[in-house]
């Protein structure tokens, strides 16, 4: 075990003894031992149920086979993900809290907690998960480290599984944004479909689409100095000439995207109410100050048929958020905070560490994957610029023999 991953379970196994649930999840008013088991487990069933949402939202395949949750805690989400997969592995680095995780096991016979302060992840076999999920879990461990665990994760994820992991890039350069036009030849981007679009869907139905955007120019896109950008649409009639609706749906940019970087944009936007075929367009816009279409760069367009809502009509394109009820956790299970003993770790000293987004896309691309959505996450404090990373492994298959 190397000094920076003793330091970390030595760290984490204080909060656990103490207030784990807090350690997890630490919301202001639940310090203290004001969690109760019951609305805690509760928050992983919610955070689960909208992860697979969004999932069906891009257009992903449903992972149902193998999970790992890996910083998986006292099993918040490890105990969701297991309602949804056949078999979850909830991994943690610290020994006191896999232990409190299998004692609040539901589910023994298709979820197993496994302890990396030792071995890390190698014991596990390669390409045997289907879904992999960390969140709020890599930004506390040292960048190296993360990055060792992110070679760990491709090692696992099955052929076309989806790796789904939360991570800060770098810190937050202080400005006050306030809208201003960026030059002319700024407002140059690339749009393309990412997956394909409905051919036909309900009147006033929601339409979940998936755009790969380029910035094509010569500039940096800085919302921090330059306002707000966003994914928008318009509703145009069949032959695309006169406009129906100025736009319902908007899906804001990236912070801060550099020239020639390219990245997945989900965006829903809202069917006409009126039946018939329509054409929609989308295009950036630059919030106060101009749709990028009006400085010379191109939009995409593409044919919808919307059909009379009902029960006869097509069903929308958006998924139901599906929850499932939750056991019975007993509320004496975990620990209650007491004296806190001398070398417990402090409320004030949760460590932050980040990867650069830069570096991560490097990872991602050598083993390659597919970025299927980037996010950016507030999960690490406003001094923090971090995403939450949605990757589709690349399809595996065994080399050919040699002859």
Known sequence: ?????????????????????????????KSDGRWTLSEFMKTGER??????????????????????????????????????????????????????????????????????????????????????YSNIVLQHVAPDLSVRYLHEFFRLLAPGGLLVFQLPSHRQAQADAEITAMPDAAYRASIELAAPAPSQVAAGSPVALTFTVRNTSDHEWSQPRFGPLALGNHWLDERGELMVAQDDGRAPLLQIVPPGMSWPVLVTIRAPQSPGRYMAEIDLVHEGISWFEHKGSRTVRFPIAVAAAGPTGP??????????????????????????????????????????????????????ARLAYLEEDRRAGPEWVSYRYFVAGRSWRPASPAV
Request: proline content about 9%; glycine content about 6%.
């Open 1 to 29: 075990m190397n000094d920076d991953v003793l330091e970390s379970q030595r760290y984490w196994d204080g909060f656990a003894a103490t207030d784990p649930l807090w350690a997890v999840l630490a919301f202001p008013d």
């Open 315 to 368: 069903a929308s394109t958006a998924a139901a958020i599906k929850e499932f009820p939750i056991p019975e956790y007993p509320e004496t299970a975990v620990p209650r905070p007491a004296a806190a003993p001398a070398d417990a770790p402090t409320k004030a000293r949760f460590p932050m560490n980040g990867v650069h987004r830069d570096q991560v896309m490097e990872i991602i691309n050598r083993h390659g």
């Open 47 to 132: 955070e689960i149920a909208l992860l697979f949402h969004r999932f069906a939202e891009l257009q992903l395949p449903m992972p149902t086979g193998r999970g790992l949750d890996f910083g998986c805690g006292v099993g918040r989400l490890t105990q969701a993900l297991v309602r949804r997969m056949d078999r979850v592995v909830g991994a943690d680095i610290s020994p006191v809290m896999i232990d409190l995780a299998r004692t609040l096991n539901r589910y023994p016979q298709r979820a197993e907690y496994i302890c990396t302060s030792d071995a890390g992840l190698e014991l596990l076999p390669e390409r045997s998960f289907e879904c992999i």
